[in-house]
């Protein structure tokens, strides 16, 4: 038997992840930020804020982007395989934590019952 909550936080999670693959690409593609290269940032330079936070939030929203660590400075179509499988991971992923709220829940409504 499945939950339905734990069936929706899996769809969430799917949809969060291709979210997450489609910023990071934007990002790196068109850099709408104009990121400096080696060559023209300064010794003292740090990346926007913004920047900072999207990228800390890519590994809590998307865990399966830890896979990226063995595709370092691969491109092409191992590097999409990767991305595709850690998009694929986030659905399991938040499905079990959907199964847990889903059993928290349950067990804070017996508990008020009684």
Not at 88 to 109: C, E, F, Q, T
Request: charged share 10%; aromatic share 14%; hydrophobic share 50%.
């Amino acid at each position: 038997m499945t939950s339905n909550l734990a069936r929706k936080f899996a769809y969430v999670g799917i949809t969060v992840g291709i979210a997450v693959a489609l910023s990071f690409w934007f990002i790196s593609i068109f850099n709408p930020f104009h990121l400096p290269n080696v060559n023209q940032a300064p010794p003292n330079y740090r990346e926007p804020l913004l920047l900072s936070i999207m990228e800390d939030s890519y590994f809590v929203l998307c865990p399966g982007i830890r896979l990226q660590v063995f595709t370092l400075e691969m491109r092409g179509w191992f590097s999409c395989f990767m991305w595709i499988l850690a998009v694929l991971l986030n659905g399991p992923i938040y499905y079990a934590i959907g199964l847990v709220v889903g059993a928290l829940l349950k067990r804070g409504d017996r508990v008020s019952v009684r």
